[in-house]
């Protein structure tokens, strides 16, 4: 009596975790791409809280376009401590509305591999997100410009010595 007591808690314990991580909430994505130094780290809720934010792998895949266009790479996180842990992977084309499922990071996903329509709903807020980072990108530069055309016109306007 005192297995089954056990192996029930046990079970009760792992079986809710199993079940929100198939279902696909995500703790942040990494976007690289086109126009992007580096990675973005994104932890919002939209981009994040289900496994067909992207596109709805239940409605089955499509022929692969003959020209998707540019296209960012998406790696879903699972965080573990300081570091993340990756999921999955895919391929986004907002500019065309086509998502490359990649697949499970070292695992197998029937999906993997194939090509699906985009969910339109997902590209504003993902070029807000693009938007965003460029702004960000370019303010230490904008600084940087201020700064010197401060200190050339305070430089300027330095009175001069005679000789």
């Known amino acids: 009596m005192k297995k089954i007591f056990f192996l029930v808690l046990a079970l009760a314990l792992f079986v809710p975790v199993t079940t929100t991580t198939a279902a696909g909430e995500f703790d942040y994505i990494v976007i690289k791409g086109p126009g992007i130094t580096g990675d973005i780290n994104v932890s919002n809720p939209l981009l994040t809280q289900d496994i067909f934010t992207f596109a709805d792998f239940s409605k089955g895949d499509v022929n692969p376009p003959a020209k998707p266009g540019s296209g960012y790479q998406i790696v879903r ?20 509305g086509y998502v490359y499922y990649d697949g499970i990071v070292n695992g197998f996903s029937e999906d993997g591999g194939k090509w699906y329509i985009a969910n339109p709903e997902i590209e504003e807020p993902f070029r807000a997100i693009l938007a965003e980072d460029a702004r960000l990108t370019w303010i230490p530069f904008g600084v940087l410009a201020v700064l010197l055309i401060g200190f050339f016109v305070a430089y300027q306007m330095k009175p001069k010595q005679a000789k």
Do not use: E, F, R, V
């Not at 996180?77 to 065309?96: E, R, V």
């Open 77 to 96: 996180m699972h965080a573990d401590g300081s570091k993340g842990i990756p999921y999955d992977q895919l391929h986004y084309y907002p500019y065309t």
